[in-house]
Structure formats: C-alpha cells, structure tokens
C-alpha cells in the first residue's frame, strides 16, 4: 500500500510525514481511514520504528491522524469527510465580491505597460536616463545606511526617518522657500501614495475634485477611486483658469502651479492667490504638486503655493522620482499642522512606513550636498537635451509646429498645426514603425471640459526627453517627420 | 526705499530678484504699487541695468508685476487685492473637513511609539536583532542591484519586478508546499499593506469580517477603518475555533493558522476544512497570514491553507519583516487568479510598486539559496533564545508559569496564574523601572467576546525574544521575577 523509496533507499521522519500526508490528502486510506500500524510500516521500510513514529507525531499534532494507544492510527475524521465533499469544493466559481472600491478600480483600472524596448527614441515622459544616476555617490550612501547598526531592527515612525525629514525641512526651505515644521513632512512612497493618502482621508463617494483639463492621469485615478466626481477645469498658457472656480462647490482642487502638466504653463502669482482665496472660502484643500520644480532652466524656480500667505490649507507634494529615479519610491508631502497625525496614522495603517535604507541615503545625500550638485547636474543635461529637442522639432516641422511649456521639465507639449487631430492614431502608428514612441496629450483631456474641443483640432503630443541623448532626440525628430510627412 | 545689501556688497539678479519678492509681499510698495525704474534701481544699487531688468523679467513672468515699455514696473492688480484680504485671511481655522475613512482613523488611529532606548531587555515583539541581518549578502545583492542599467529608469509592474516574482514562487513551493502561477503573486511593502489592499477592495462600510480573538491589532485596525465591523471568534490551542463560523455572514475572515497570534496555536488539518468550507459556502475570502512560518522548531512547517485543497478563497500573505528587517517594508500576496488585474491596479493606484533595489536583492538571495540558509542560521538562533527565554522563566518562576506558542516563531505567551490581571499595569511599570520592557496580551483581545473573560483572570504576557541575546534574556527574566516578587 505504501510506496516511499528515495535516491537513497532510506527515508528520513520528515519524508515519511510528507509523503503519509500527501497520501492522507489524496484519499488513499479509504472510508476505514486506516494507516498501518508503525510497526509494520517501519519493517516495510527498512527504518526504525522510532522514525515512523516521529513522522505519526507530527500527523497527528497538525491533526491529519488520530492516534489511540495501542490501536492503529486513523485518518482524523475531518479529513475523511472533507473527502466526501471535495467533488463539490472543486466546482470553482468562488462569486467575486467587491467592495464599491473594488468595483470601481475593476470597472475604470489604471493602465500599466511593459516599457517597450529597443526604440531608437521614445518620447515618454516620466523615465529618465540611468546614465544620469549618481550611482557611486548613492551607492556609498546606501553602503553607510547599511552599516549603522541601530539596537534593534524596529518598525520607524509612519512620518518618515526623523534625519530625512530634517534634512529635507532645510532642502525645501533653500531650494523651494517652503517653511515647515519637522512633523509637517511625511514621507511617502513616491508621489502617488501622497495622492492616495490624501484621496482616502479627504473625499468621499459623491464629493467633489477639481482637476486641471488636461491634467495628471495617475492623479485624477487616484481621486475618482474613492467614488468622488472630477471637475475639470480648462487649463491655458498660465495653468488652471482660476476665474472658473467661482461657484464650484468642492473639497479638494489638484495642481501643478510650478509647470502645469501636461502643457507647461506656470501659474502667475494673482491667480496662485486666487486659487487659495477660493479655498479657503470653500474650505477645500488644494493639493499642489510640485513633482519638477528642480528643472527650471530660466532662472530660480518661482515659489510654491505652499509659500505664499494664507496658504494653509495647501498640501505640498514632492518627489525624487524626477531626479533620481522613479523606482526608489520616495516622495513627500507638507501638510497642515491640524492633519499631521492624521497622515501619520494613514501611513501606519497603509504600509508602516517607507523603507528605511533609501530614506537615510536620500537624507546623507541632502546633507552632503551632494543631491543639490546632482540636480545642477542633471539641470544642465536635461536643458541640453531640450534645447536638442527644440532645435531638431524646428529643423524638421518648422512653423508646422509650435511648443510649449519649455521653461521647466522634463517635456514640451508639440502641437502639429498642419495634422488634424483625427489622424493621431496614424502618426502613432507610423511613428512606432519607424521605432519612435510618441505619446499624445489628447489622452489628458477630460471628456467633458471644453479644453476637449481644442485637443480636437491638431495633434499634441507630450514629449518627454530625459530618458534620451541628443543623438537620440536628433534621430527620433527626424524619424517623426519622415513619419508625418507620410501622412500626408 | 529699497535696502537690500549682501556680504559682498553687489548683488545678482536671483538676489534682487528675491528680494524685490519679499517686499512685494510684504506689500511695501502701498497702493499705488509703483517699484522704482531699473535704471533708478540700478544706480541704486550700483549693479549693471541688465542686472536689474533680469529681475524685473522674471517678477513679470510669474506675475508679480506688470511691465509697460517706457514705464515704472507695478505690483500686479492681483497682489494688490491679495494685500486688501490678508487681514481676513490670517485668521486661521480652516475647517477640518474629511472623508468617513478619515473620521474614522482620527477616532481610533493605530499607535506608534519611539521605541524605548536602553532597555536592559525588551520582550516587544516584532523586532528584530541586527546582529541577525546578513549583512554582507544583502549589501552585494543591493550592490548588484544598482550596478544593472536597464535601458531607462521608468515605473515597473506593479505586482512586483518579475525575477522576484520568479524567485518567490520557486520559494513558496519548496517551503510552504504552496503552489501558484507567477501572476498571482504581488509583491507588497509588508503585510501591511498586503492587509490594507484586501481591507480597500473586499470591504465596505457596514460589512462584517473576522477576527481573531486575541488577535494582530494591525490587521483589525487595517480593516476597521473602511467602516466593516469586526466579529471576533475566540482561539484556543488549536487556532480559530472555527465551529463557531457557523451561522456567521462575512465578507473575510482573517487568520493565522500557522502560529496563532498572539497565542501561539497551531490550527489543526480538521479545522482548516471547517474554515475553507465556510469561506465557500458563505463566499468569504480568506486572508492566510503567515507571518513566522519559517520559524518552525520541532519538524517541516505545516502547509498552509492556501496548499489545501478548495482554497481557492483564500489570499496568501508572506513576509520578510521576520526573517531580514521589517524595515525593508517587503511582503507578498498570493491571490486567487480571478482577483489578480484588481490587485495589480490597486498596488498602481497605492504607490506605483515595490522599490526596484531590494525586489531585485530579495530576488538575488533567494536564486542563490543564500535566503534559506540565512533562514536555518536564524532559526537556530531563534531556537536558541526561545531555549534561553523558556530555561529562565523555568527557573524564576517554577510553576507559577505557563508557557503557550512554542511550536513556532518569535515570541511566547506566558501567563503568570499566580498574578490577577488587575495588577497589570503595576507589573509593566515595576518592571520598566527595572530597564525590562513587557507587553500585556490583553490589549490584544477584542472586548466583546468570551476571550476577554478569560485574559482578564490572570496577567499574561506576549513576549518576544527575537531581538534579544540569550544573557539579555536571563538578565531580563531575573529582573521581572523581581517586580512581580515586589508586587505580592
């Protein structure tokens, strides 16, 4: 009845448990439920009868076998009719049953794609170069975060490392004039669980968010989870049309005053004021997001929402996914002195706190210095590579084209005047064959705004560069034309 | 009028530019608004003219002020009326408006504390001892990790980098006999947020789940604040006593089969039909958390529920929080293959994915074999201190004593019969003031059910060794014989 054999010949306790379970679990023993005596099945083995008797120990305790002294030990009786009903468990068909949060992720999931490989030049925006990782001075960051041997290894505090949240305290005052106190930061796993945190504790199904048209896609996602209904306002050359707020009614507005994205404007400073009169007025929390204010290439960046009077209720979001690289996961906000223990306590709940290593070599780095020479580094990359893109679009399209949005970033909006917009999907298409991604900022728009109707007109697409050389961006344009005119 | 000096004596654009900004603010050009002309400004200042109309440019550009060829530059409108409101807009009070999920995380927000410094033994649970953590294997997979260029630096899947995927799934089926395809396996920061994606997409405000009584209180709390109501069903020896599931409505049920926690039962094969068998019937998920399974001291870990047959309910969660650091916020799930797209798009929404670095690491150490021998080497290490921890409660409190949970992982319980649970809180104190650090297990029973009746007899303990050396241990146990001998 029992067929256990090894390489060996000889099995040890634990492979006669394993294989007497997967028997037990297969139903071999029949209604009776009898195993052999371990007697028997030791001299059927060839081992001592101790082993087999360990093995029946450890059965019996995870309560696969009853045994009674001096009797044969017995398949438990939970198992055996377990067995009589498995026919029944293997019809699968569990129903799925969701949550109204499920339901709403299952009816309108975010998309995520495998980057496509071996383009000769892929305008899309968000990847940057690994060639401008800092890579020895990170690496010796991470090497001297792994050698501090604390007492013990402990869960850290849900706001984040207390060294990375002075360090960047300072950063944000020197480079952003944004002025907090230490248990304002709490530190987060990149941007979006910052706009998640704050789409779970401020809106609800039914309220209401403002969104810049077109806008951040990952943002608007995060927000309409929760069951909350977008408003998109119309964006121009200055960003948000903050005279449209009048009147609206919401709890929370999201913007990117510094470099509107996707269309690059930046928000004057009467309408950044208007903006925060409308939330005060409306109690609503403005969310501003500050995600590359570090690529500025006119002259120092403009000061943040966050820094202006009467800015109270604005929720300060800032990244290093843009500087050193989107999959380190780290990011933070600023908020209100009245919500820091409340996104602490969200943090808590969500993930304990971010990884630890990352947070102390990010904060060495800040400290050193080190991160502020690195981002003057890459400033002047990224501007040369703009300045690449700018040059190559006006070589290849001329006045067929016009750009914006060039005084920060890491992309220009390019609208293709001569190519309605109904012939986008073609571009794409013939683009890609040629080897060049192209993405199109019609994808931004909210369907229902009027900023709609414009995006209809011509082709637009959001170029992003910072993942490209010169030589890339070169080639890439000149293939984009070759491409366009084809259409033709 | 203007005073703007630096150390040098001469300032640059970005200087005067910086400064103009903060007087404008400050609203020192009064109503009419007028700042001085740039040729004024700059013999002023003795600085060149272009100096000063760089400035100029640049307050213009973000809208600052207004410029006219020929004409005084002025405060722009917008800043003017700015200034008109401040006084009404330094009144504070911005009324705190948030979601229900929020109300309910300010009303009972999980805790965190500083841990303790200095202790001469701290029995919290949970931590670990860093003279555990390999060190050198994981600094050269991390080192190895960041020397990989991949051709961009972009976001990666969200459920998880596909080599530890890869890495783990050969794991599971090795250690834990659990098999899945790749794609139901989505790598979390820790189980926490494993716990927080099942509480966000299988509950709703109003719906019930199961707990555990005593139970992991960060899993109650994950669970709690979307509004579901907990059902706590006491435990005994064997885990979840699970025939009182009948009759009972869920949406989830959340255990711990392997290594009750805190109590330390190990849920019999009988059982955990009698919960699969449940779950079906009432289509309930399961949320099979096993968080220590590796700590297993007498033979092979007892497979899990998800390894059983009719498991297709249940979501498998794992973690290296016990075996490396829970600072590295690393975890796993394995969901039911109907469930994985909403995963993945949750993960998404959350925070993007799991940091690239240490996915990669943990995936490096797992291929190598190196994860399974650090394993065996702390699970000796554990075994030796669980030795040393129960040697010396043997010996400081005889049978005044009993031990539960030792089968397995990191902590045990230990009831002193002898002390009634009124005196609790004056043990934990004299103990304190002895430099040992102890934790009740009563603040993990549920009020309402019958456990509470039986945790409220006698002081017992969660005790924790994992962090501790086995001197520490004994030092510790004199100590707390000592406070508990003062409290008679």
Redesign the interface.
């Given at each position: 009845m029992i067929e256990m054999t090894t390489k060996t010949g000889r099995m040890g306790?634990?492979e006669i448990?394993?294989a007497l379970?997967d028997q037990i679990?297969s139903l071999v023993y029949g209604t009776d439920g009898l195993l052999p005596s371990s007697r028997a099945l030791a001299g059927e083995m060839g081992v001592a009868r101790s082993t087999v008797t360990?093995a029946y120990e450890?059965l019996a305790?995870?309560?696969?076998i009853e045994t009674r002294h001096g009797a044969r030990p017995r398949v438990?009786?939970?198992?055996v009719?377990?067995g009589r009903?498995?026919a029944i468990?293997?019809t699968?068909a569990?129903?799925?049953?969701?949550?109204?949060?499920?339901e709403r992720?299952?009816q309108d999931?975010?998309r995520?794609t495998?980057?496509p490989?071996?383009l000769i030049a892929?305008f899309?925006y968000?990847?940057?170069?690994?060639s401008d990782?800092p890579?020895l001075v990170?690496?010796k960051a991470?090497?001297a975060a792994?050698?501090r041997?604390?007492?013990?290894?402990?869960?850290?505090?849900?706001c984040g490392a207390l060294r990375l949240r002075t360090a960047l305290q300072g950063y944000l005052w020197r480079s952003r004039s944004v002025r907090c106190e230490l248990d304002q930061i709490v530190v987060?796993?990149?941007s979006?669980?910052g706009l998640?945190i704050c789409a779970?504790?401020?809106?609800?199904a039914g309220?209401r968010f403002v969104m810049e048209d077109p806008g951040y896609q990952?943002a608007h996602?995060?927000f309409a989870?929760?069951g909350a209904i977008a408003v998109p306002i119309p964006v121009d050359a200055?960003g948000l049309q903050t005279e449209r707020l009048d009147g609206i009614e919401a709890?929370l507005a999201y913007v990117t005053p510094s470099h509107q994205y996707p269309l690059g404007g930046?928000?004057?400073?009467?309408?950044?004021?208007?903006l925060?009169?409308w939330a005060?007025k409306t109690?609503a929390y403005v969310i501003e997001d500050d995600y590359d204010s570090e690529y500025r290439y006119?002259?120092?960046p403009?000061?943040p929402l966050h820094a202006?009077?009467?800015s109270?209720?604005v929720i300060y979001l800032g990244t290093v996914s843009k500087t050193l690289?989107?999959?380190?996961?780290i990011g933070y906000l600023v908020v209100?002195a009245?919500?820091r223990?409340?996104f602490?306590?969200?943090k808590?709940?969500?993930?304990?706190?971010?990884?630890?290593?990352?947070q102390d070599a990010l904060a060495a780095m800040l400290e050193s210095g080190a991160y502020d020479r690195h981002v003057r580094r890459v400033r002047r990359r990224n501007a040369e590579r703009q300045q690449a893109l700018l040059g190559a679009l006006r070589r290849r399209f001329g006045d067929r084209i016009r750009i914006e949005g060039t005084?920060a970033g890491l992309h220009v909006v390019a609208w293709f005047d001569g190519l309605p917009q109904k012939r986008e999907d073609a571009l794409i298409r013939a683009a890609r064959a040629k080897g060049v991604g192209i993405y199109a900022v019609s994808a931004l728009f909210d369907g229902r705004s009027t900023g709609r109707a414009r995006s209809r007109k011509t082709i637009g697409l959001v170029m992003g560069y910072s993942?490209l050389e010169p030589a890339q961006i070169e080639r890439g344009c000149k293939l984009l034309a070759q491409a366009a005119g084809e259409l033709d």
């Open positions: 306790a634990r448990y394993e379970r679990m360990v450890q305790a995870e309560g696969f438990a009786r939970a198992v009719a377990q009903t498995r468990s293997r699968p569990h129903k799925m049953r969701l949550s109204a949060f499920g992720l299952r999931p975010p995520w495998e980057p490989r071996g892929n899309r968000g990847e940057l170069s690994p990782f890579v990170w690496k991470v090497t792994m050698a041997k604390p007492e013990r290894l402990a869960y850290d505090d849900p987060v796993n990149g979006q669980q998640d779970r504790l401020l809106l609800d309220d990952m996602h995060a989870v929760t200055e709890r930046v928000m004057p400073v009467g309408r950044r004021h208007q925060l009169a005060r109690d006119d002259t120092k403009i000061p202006l009077e009467g109270d209720n690289s989107p999959t380190l996961r209100p009245g919500l223990s409340l602490a306590a969200a808590q709940i969500m993930d304990r706190h971010t990884p630890l290593v990352e005084a993942a």
